[in-house]
């Protein structure tokens, strides 16, 4: 598979607390955003990567059993350090830690960042937003417009490293010839519509171009948070 990886911190933030990890040869991607004063967050989110990383490419086994284990290692190792650092207290990080094996999309999903499949005609989420705009959306209580300028639209109700346990989604999608995996936090999808996405990303001649244009049309339409995406062509 192709792939393009690109962070960038945006134009409104300091620094930036996104992370991500390719590691091509075993096919295992992971982007990870950070929440947390004093650059905790960028702490939890880079350490979250590595944590996971690790974990699986030490350990064998079922894979969406395997994907379960890391993070739930990583948002034990998180939570004890937080616990033992004042400063680093109430840290923690979204997930989105993807396997490709066998044709398939093996996917551990904690947060609000997200996995698109994007084929010629259709963009489509396969994570669920554990915000608190996402449960109003999945209950039908507020719209898809409504929900773009919800005042609690960065709200999330689960995260890696925020309390001793976690409960991480499993996701498996079969792959096709043609298709692009993206794998993006809030930075980019609160700034650049799914249909803009699928228009940029279908268009692109590289995964490259796209990622980079992506993340180019996050800032021009304000990049009010980091923005980090990683893009891969099947």
């Known amino acids: ?8 911190v945006g134009i409104k933030r300091h620094n930036n607390e996104d992370s991500y990890i390719v590691n091509e040869a075993n096919n295992i991607y992971i982007v990870a955003d950070g929440m947390g004063g004093h650059n905790a967050g960028e702490i939890a989110s880079l350490e979250a990567c590595r944590i996971i990383e690790s974990y699986i490419l030490h350990n064998k086994g079922d894979i969406a059993d395997v ?3 890391a993070v739930v290692k990583a ?4 939570f004890v350090r937080a616990a033992e650092n004042s400063s680093m ?4 990080t979204t997930i989105d830690a993807c396997v490709v094996r066998d044709g398939v999309i093996n996917i551990a999903h904690v947060g ?8 010629k005609d259709s ?5 669920r937003d554990h ?4 449960m109003m959306l999945e209950e039908g209580s507020i719209t898809e417009e409504e929900a773009k300028n919800h005042p609690q639209r960065n709200y999330i109700t689960r995260a890696v490293g925020s309390t001793i346990t976690v409960d991480v989604d499993i996701v498996k999608e079969k792959l096709h010839d043609g298709e692009w995996v993206l794998m993006c936090t809030d930075g980019l999808t609160n700034m650049v519509s799914e249909n803009v996405i699928l228009s940029v990303v279908t268009g692109s001649k590289s995964a490259s171009e796209g990622a980079g244009e992506l993340v ?8 009010d948070d980091n923005i980090t995406v990683v893009l891969l062509k099947v």
């Open 112 to 119: 609000d960042s997200r996995v698109y499949i994007i084929s």
């Open 216 to 223: 180019r049309l996050a800032k021009e339409n304000g990049g």
């Open 89 to 92: 207290q109430g840290m923690g």
């Open 131 to 134: 915000s608190v705009v996402g």
């Open 67 to 69: 994907l379960r284990e």
């Open 123 to 127: 963009v489509r989420k396969v994570t």
């Open 1 to 8: 598979m192709e792939y393009a990886a690109l962070t960038d």
């Open 75 to 78: 948002n034990r190792d998180i």
